[in-house]
């Protein structure tokens, strides 16, 4: 799986940004794609996640009812719908692949997008 990220950049405290991820690989289906972040000074976490074949969301509790994720089966692309945008988002932001019948730990990653929330 081959992972290509964009859409970041600086917004305001309460401004919105779509972060996009470009999918490609020969089969999808065994895959959940997710968005994971990196702050400075801290390790990485998730944020969302979805399988491809199946729509069926998952969020960390800190963006939960203001992120959506979501995924474009035809165009192969995976999105991150940001709200509501708090300082406490500002990151680098990265698309990832982890197959669903593995051991959790995410196998491929894009090239992270900085996101940077001014308050």
């Known amino acids: 799986v081959q992972l290509q990220a964009s859409g970041g950049g600086l917004v305001q405290t309460g401004g919105s940004l779509r972060l996009s991820c470009a999918v490609s690989g020969r089969t999808l289906s065994p895959w959940i794609m997710g968005w994971l972040r990196q702050a400075p000074g801290k390790a990485r976490e998730f944020v969302a996640s979805?399988?491809?074949?199946?729509?069926?969301?998952a969020y960390a509790d800190s963006v939960k009812g203001r992120f959506t994720i979501s995924r474009d089966r035809v165009k192969n692309m995976l999105y991150l719908a940001m709200d509501s945008l708090k300082p406490e988002d500002t990151a680098v932001y990265y698309c990832a692949a982890r197959h669903r019948a593995g051991d959790g730990s995410w196998s491929f990653w894009g090239q992270g997008t900085q996101v940077t929330v001014s308050s």
């Open positions: 979805i399988p491809w074949n199946i729509n069926h969301a």
